[in-house]
Nanobody, 124 residues
């Protein structure tokens, strides 16, 4: 029902910044939460950050707090992940995700629409 496409990944030096974008299409008339997950090499996919439909509520993983900022522009059906002070440990495939309204934002499961992923590589 919702298609997601990420962009903005790439190679960046440790300490640098990168901004990821995710554009939604399809059935975007109903309210939906958006989130970012990542999957480091050899690890399971894990939650990074989420933002509510209104853009007023946020949820961050501990590793992202203070460094990453999630935002969205509902008029453009686009979410962003601003990543600052990047570390080699942030190297991963980053996935955009969405779910229709109905779940507390603190709950990091239940996202059923996924993008294809974009690679972020941080070198020291």
């Amino acid at each position: 029902q919702v298609q997601l496409v990420e962009s903005g990944g790439g190679l960046v030096q440790a300490g640098g910044s990168l901004r990821l974008s995710c554009t939604a299409s399809g059935h975007t008339d109903s309210p939906y939460d958006m989130a970012w997950f990542h999957q480091p090499p050899g690890k399971e996919r894990e939650f990074v950050a989420a933002v509510s439909w209104s853009g007023e509520s946020y949820n961050y993983a501990d590793s992202a707090k203070g460094r990453f900022t999630i935002s969205r522009d509902s008029a453009k059906n686009t979410a962003y992940l601003q990543m600052n002070s990047l570390k080699p440990e942030d190297t991963a495939v980053y996935y955009c995700a969405a779910r229709y309204w109905g779940t507390h934002l603190a709950v990091t499961t239940g996202y059923n629409f996924w993008g294809q992923g974009t690679q972020v590589t941080v070198f020291s």
